[in-house]
């Protein structure tokens, strides 16, 4: 996955950051057992979820890729023939 630049972007890092703080304040009302500050916590968990979404329907997310791969040619050379790759046996 770090060849993919998976989660890289700044909406991924915003959310994930605010999930794992509301992860670490439920975690700490659990062990103090306060049931609503553990609440508390969970509702902090869905809003960075809701923050990320927020950030990537932004712009500031990875961009959505269909199954198709895109290829990419400079204004300045020509584009060649694609052949397909050599199938070793």
Do not use: D
Not at 17 to 33: E, K, N
């Amino acid at each position: 996955m770090a060849g993919s630049s998976h989660g890289h972007t700044p909406a991924a890092w915003t959310g994930v950051t605010i999930a794992f703080i509301g992860f670490c304040v439920a975690g700490a009302f659990m062990v103090m057992a306060q049931p609503v500050g553990f609440w508390a916590g969970m509702a902090i968990v869905l809003l960075g979820g809701v923050v990320g979404m927020i950030m990537r329907s932004m712009g500031l997310g990875q961009p959505k890729q269909n199954g198709a791969l895109a290829y990419t040619t400079t204004a300045a050379a020509p584009s060649a023939p694609r052949e397909p790759a050599a199938v070793e046996s």
